[in-house]
């Protein structure tokens, strides 16, 4: 006789009891951030049978994620995924002083537009959407500026599990309530709403007292460490002119290796976009961008070459064309088959890390294709 097993979707739906206290310590060196619970339903962990709690810093009412207010959703409340998901959100959206919009899976952002010719919110969400429609299907949406009606109706064209936003008007509300209670599309979406988002530490020399990873090990030991920051306030901090000095005089005809073609303004643009919604994807990670909207993300692989050769794959499959776009890379190359790859898409720049053994073959590499090559000088590995 068949075991029915029907009844298992409901798990993802139900809130999961758990015991773990409402208030938490954390003492570093002496120094004590004492932690609250924070004033929202949470459902379960990473998976439904899970239990897990978050802390919010006691005292900290002006925090993003930690103090965020639930306008719809908050009875049947947020799993662990969804919560990394909006905080990963406000760490690609807090760079951005124009309107944009980010879409997450699985911690990993999947589909990024930012305002680049007047487009209206609604239009700057679809883009970001249809960068990977597929992999949109139940993420969760981030805004850096108040939602409106049209943007909240196009939301709610497809199956999304939540958004974050610092805030909606009253008709963008009324769109995205009006199919609460009933067994329509989105009838149960998490709505959020954020402040702050701009004050969460992003670049080097920004206060980070009080903030760490932390993150458990198979045995119980802990690990703690300082959130990423940057050194890429801008695109001007990008060393648009890097050079390898040769130690051969038989080689590069004695000269030293040096990019050649400078990168355009809107080159740069798209690289700084590039780089900032890298450092929210999974290692190895690489970001495609054209026109401020990512064209494909290569997350998770184990390989330099192998997260170039997914992320050109998945834009492919998802109809996308490459040429004229951008790369980022949150490491180096360690050969030059890396760029090789994105020249024969068509791809005209890219910004890495640099500090390969072999940077003078990826500048070379770079020059036969004509290819604008930025270094940051610094490494973006996302490891959750």
Same mark, same amino acid.
């Given at each position: 006789?068949?075991?029915?097993? #029907? ?15 409402? =208030? ?9 951030? @004492?932690?609250?619970? /924070?004033?929202?339903? $949470? ?7 899970? @239990?897990?709690?978050?802390? !919010? ?5 002006? &925090? ?11 009875? =049947? ?12 959100? $406000?760490?690609?959206?807090? %760079? ?12 990993? @952002? ?31 949406? *981030? ?15 497809? %199956? ?14 009324? /769109? $995205? ?25 992003? %670049?080097? *020399?920004?206060?980070? #007292? ?6 458990? $090990? ?17 695109? !001007?901090?990008?060393?648009?002119? @890097? ?28 690289? &700084? ?77 890219? /910004? ?13 590499? !770079? ?10 000088? =610094? ?6």
């Amino acid at each position: 006789m068949a075991t029915d097993v #029907s009844s298992f979707k409901d798990a993802y739906k139900k809130a999961i009891k758990s015991d773990f206290p409402d =208030e938490a310590m954390i003492v570093v060196g002496g120094r004590r951030f @004492p932690l609250k619970r /924070v004033p929202y339903t $949470l459902r379960y962990g990473t998976n439904p049978h899970q @239990p897990f709690t978050a802390y !919010a810093p006691a005292g900290g009412a002006n &925090l993003s994620v930690g103090n965020m207010e639930m306008l719809k959703g908050g009875k =049947e409340g947020l799993s662990l995924t969804n919560l990394q998901d909006m905080s990963q959100a $406000l760490n690609i959206l807090k %760079f951005f002083d124009r309107p944009c919009c980010v879409l997450m899976k699985h911690v990993n @952002p999947c589909g990024f537009k930012l305002r680049t010719q007047g487009e209206h919110l609604s239009e700057i969400y679809r883009i970001a959407r249809n960068c990977d429609e597929r992999s949109a299907f139940g993420s969760i949406a *981030g805004f850096n500026v108040e939602v409106d009606a049209p943007t909240a109706e196009a939301i709610m064209e497809t %199956f999304v599990e939540g958004v974050i936003a610092p805030g909606y008007d009253g008709e963008a509300l009324a /769109v $995205l309530r009006r199919n609460e209670g009933s067994r329509k599309l989105n009838n149960s979406i998490r709505v959020a709403k954020v402040s702050n988002m701009d004050r969460v530490p992003k %670049f080097i *020399g920004d206060d980070v #007292s009080g903030y760490y990873n932390l993150r458990n $090990l198979a045995d119980g030991s802990l690990t703690v460490e300082v959130p990423y920051l940057t050194r890429i306030r801008s695109a !001007a901090d990008f060393i648009v002119d @890097p050079m390898i000095p040769n130690s051969d005089p038989g080689k590069n005809g004695g000269a030293d290796y040096a990019v050649k073609r400078r990168p355009t303004e809107k080159e740069l643009d798209d690289c &700084l976009i590039a780089w900032y919604v890298n450092i929210n994807v999974r290692s190895n990670g690489i970001v495609f961008v054209r026109d401020g909207a990512t064209i494909a993300v290569g997350t998770g692989e184990q390989e330099r070459i192998g997260a170039v050769e997914q992320a050109i794959d998945k834009a492919k499959k998802k109809g996308h064309s490459l040429r004229g776009a951008v790369m980022s890379s949150d490491a180096f190359f360690p050969q030059r088959d890396s760029i090789d790859a994105v020249a024969a898409e068509g791809v005209t720049a890219v /910004v890495w890390p640099a500090g390969s053994l072999n940077d003078a073959l990826v500048i070379e590499a !770079a020059n036969e294709h004509n290819i604008a090559l930025m270094a940051t000088l =610094e490494r973006c590995f996302l490891h959750i």
